[in-house]
C-alpha cells in the first residue's frame, strides 16, 4: 500500500501483529495489514485511513489533542472508525476492548477515549 499505492497514511511499525499501526479495514473490520497476505484479502473491500479522510472522529482526534507525534493515529482512527459505526456511543468498557490492538508509545489513552466518546461533537 505504502510504496506501490502511495498510501503513506497506514504506518509501519513492528511488523509483527502487536501495535496496531498499520491495522486498515476489510470490508470494515479492523485487520493488521503487516501480517495480512495479499493473496487472502480476495475482494474485500480495503479501507485506508485516506478513505477516512472526511470522518468526523479526524476532527476529534485534533480538538481533544490525542494526536502527539501521530504514528500510531492513522490506526487509531481506523479501529475508532469501525467501532462507532457499529456502535454510536461506545461505553468505556466498549472504548477500551476495541482499542485494546492499538498502542500508543505517547500515551494518549486518555484523548483518545474523549475523542471517540465525543467524535460526534
Ligand atoms: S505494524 Fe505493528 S501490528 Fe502491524
Ligand atoms: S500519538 Fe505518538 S504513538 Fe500515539
Not at 485487520?31 to 474485500?44: A, K
Not at 472526511?54 to 490525542?66: E, G, K, N, Q, S
Not at 490492538?101 to 461533537?121: F, H, M, Q, V
Request: charged share 20%.
Amino acid at each position: 500500500m505504502r510504496d506501490d499505492l502511495g498510501l503513506t497514511g497506514t504506518k509501519l511499525a513492528c511488523g509483527e501483529g502487536h501495535c496496531g499501526a498499520c491495522t486498515v479495514q476489510l470490508d470494515g473490520v479492523p485487520t493488521l495489514s503487516c501480517i495480512t497476505l495479499v493473496h487472502t484479502v480476495g475482494d474485500r473491500e480495503v479501507t485506508t485511513i485516506e478513505g477516512l479522510h472526511d470522518h468526523p472522529l479526524i476532527h476529534a482526534f485534533v480538538r481533544t489533542d490525542a494526536v502527539q507525534c501521530g504514528f500510531c493515529t492513522p490506526g487509531q482512527i481506523v479501529s475508532a472508525a469501525a467501532l462507532v459505526k457499529a456502535n454510536a456511543a461506545p461505553t468505556h468498557d466498549e472504548i477500551q476492548h476495541a482499542m485494546s490492538g492499538n498502542l500508543c508509545r505517547c500515551g494518549t489513552y486518555p484523548k483518545i477515549e474523549e475523542a471517540i466518546s465525543t467524535w460526534r461533537d
